[in-house]
């Protein structure tokens, strides 16, 4: 898949961005907080429906404006072109159109363009609650596999049943709490299979490019941990109903799954260096992106690399940057305060790219190329 043009109005600090792209690598330069991120989140919404970074939609609209729009143009690896508007004006709901007719669902659109982002924040997926963790495992099977995302958005309804039924100072209505226990259930068991298989072909690839990046100078491991592994998930559900209704919520169940980030053996929210941690997110984020371009309709997604190179030592930077620059990706998105990363990599390349200039949430291409 490839964006070939997009257009930005009123989106956080973008007032106007109309730019046409390279197919294979799009490098974006300024200094911290001028807008390079609030453009690949631009892209990352024509994708997911809605921002990286914050779920509400009204905030994502420039102060002071109405309303905000982002229209991209793409092209398949048929050939064939893709259009997607999404806008919103303030206090009304936004709407979400592929090629000029208006979804009915958004969960339809999920998928269809298929997309990678790594960025400063992933260090969350290690120092941060499991919530984090699973969303990693959520962003890319969803991306791959309808079902997955219909037994999620099921699943975590008669989650939320469950637990308004729990906090109820009166005795809940048994017959209705077993209706969402099994609820839960059915739909946990699908989850739990789905990231059980998910995670184990995820690893092998994890470890080779983690081990590509370091140099072969530490060993990580990767393990999935669920509920569903103590047996049917009904009787756990259901195991300690008398707790759960003392805390108030479900204690058991797939939405408190994790993964387990060893480095040598040993935790990685306590033994990983920043640069550590950063090599491992980043491998993560590179492996699930093999993993997409191998599974959703023989299509490669988009890859945004927002300020990777930072904390990382310059033997890492060379390998990261060998990777990216390789066959195996389409087109990318990179920024980066210091144009001399992004010269290494295109001075040791013979493949398309722009350059682009960012400043106060103004983007211009660079014509030096």
């Not at 792209?21 to 799009?26: A, F, G, T, V």
């Not at 420039?62 to 143009?73: A, K, L, R, W």
């Not at 709490?177 to 994890?206: C, Q, S, T």
């Not at 398309?352 to 200039?357: C, P």
Request: net charge negative; glycine share 6%.
């Amino acid at each position: 898949m490839i964006l070939k043009k997009i257009s930005i109005i009123n989106y956080k600090n973008l007032q106007q961005v109309n730019l046409g792209l390279s197919s294979k690598m799009n490098c974006l330069i300024g200094p911290n907080g001028v807008g390079k991120t609030n453009f690949l989140d631009a892209i990352y919404y024509m994708s997911f429906c809605h921002s990286c970074s914050n779920p509400i939609d009204s905030q994502v609209v420039s102060h002071g404006q109405p309303f905000f729009v982002i229209e991209g143009n793409y092209e398949n690896e048929q050939g064939d072109e893709i259009d997607v508007y999404v806008g919103m004006k303030r206090g009304t709901k936004k709407h979400f159109k592929l090629n000029k007719k208006e979804y009915r669902r958004l969960a339809d659109h999920i998928g269809l363009i298929p997309l990678i982002m790594a960025s400063p924040s992933d260090n969350s997926l290690i120092t941060g609650g499991s919530e984090e963790r699973r969303r990693l495992m959520d962003v890319v099977v969803s991306q791959c596999d309808h079902s997955y995302m219909e037994a999620l958005i099921n699943y975590n309804k008669a989650l939320q049943q469950r637990n308004s039924l729990l906090k109820m100072e009166e005795e809940p209505d048994l017959e209705l709490l077993d209706i969402w226990e099994e609820e839960m259930a059915k739909n946990g068991e699908v989850i739990y299979h789905k990231r059980d298989a998910f995670v184990k072909e995820l690893v092998p690839v994890f470890q080779s490019i983690y081990s590509s990046i370091s140099s072969d100078s530490e060993q990580v491991s990767l393990c999935y941990v669920s509920h569903g592994q103590r047996g049917p998930l009904l009787d756990v559900i259901r195991r300690d109903r008398a707790k759960d209704r003392i805390v108030g919520y479900s204690l058991h169940g797939v939405h408190r799954d994790d993964l387990e980030m060893q480095l040598n053996g040993f935790p990685m929210k306590k033994e990983g260096s920043q640069g550590q941690c950063k090599t491992y997110a980043l491998a993560l984020k590179l492996a699930q992106f093999d993993m997409l371009r191998r599974t959703v309709s023989n299509t490669t997604p988009l890859l945004l690399l927002d300020d990777i190179f930072d904390k990382l030592d310059a033997k890492r930077v060379e390998q990261i940057i060998k990777l990216v620059a390789g066959d195996n990706f389409g087109q990318i998105f990179i920024t980066d305060t210091n144009r001399d990363h992004l010269d290494h990599i295109l001075s040791n390349s013979n493949f398309d790219y722009k350059l682009f200039d960012v400043l106060d949430g103004n983007i211009e291409e660079r014509i030096d190329n």
